[in-house]
Each structure stands twice: as structure tokens, then as C-alpha cells.
């Protein structure tokens, strides 16, 4: 059953075999789960490389004058 239904979990495996009448405990379910390989997920440099035409750098801050005034400095850099 966990292999048809990757992503269901011991609890809801367990709700499903209550109401096919097989009486099992939770943690019994838990323990025989069949556990899914996941690909590993991209990394960091993969990820900026894949996106790098589309990123954006972003910076708000605020400067105090000598008069004691705030300026508000907003800075925009495409990656491109």
C-alpha cells in the first residue's frame, strides 16, 4: 500500500487498513514503510546558473543627513 501511495504516511496507511477490517497498530505500520527514494535536490551554483537571467539584486536603506533629515536610498541591479 505504501508503494501505490507514496505519499501517504503511517497514519492515514493505518486509517485504510482499520476500515478493511485488519487490526495492526500505527507503530507496526510505521515500521514496515516502504521509503521512497527522492532525487537529490540542485544545488546552490545549479540553481543561480539555471536563473541567472532572471535575478534581481535589491538593497532599501537609510541615510541620516547633517541636518538631521532622512534620505531614503533604494538600489536596483539586474544580473545582466
Not at 8 to 19: C, D, F, S, T, V
Not at 63 to 74: D, E, G, K, L, N
Amino acid at each position: 500500500m505504501s508503494r501505490e501511495n507514496p505519499g501517504w504516511g503511517a497514519p492515514r496507511i493505518h486509517g485504510e487498513l482499520l476500515k478493511l477490517g485488519i487490526d495492526i497498530g500505527e507503530t507496526s505500520v510505521s515500521k514496515y514503510l516502504v521509503c521512497s527514494r527522492k532525487p537529490p535536490s540542485q544545488t546552490w551554483r545549479t540553481f543561480l546558473d539555471n536563473h541567472l537571467q532572471t535575478l534581481v539584486s535589491v538593497d532599501f536603506f537609510t541615510v541620516p543627513t547633517i541636518r538631521f533629515q532622512i534620505q531614503y536610498v533604494f538600489l536596483e541591479q539586474n544580473s545582466v
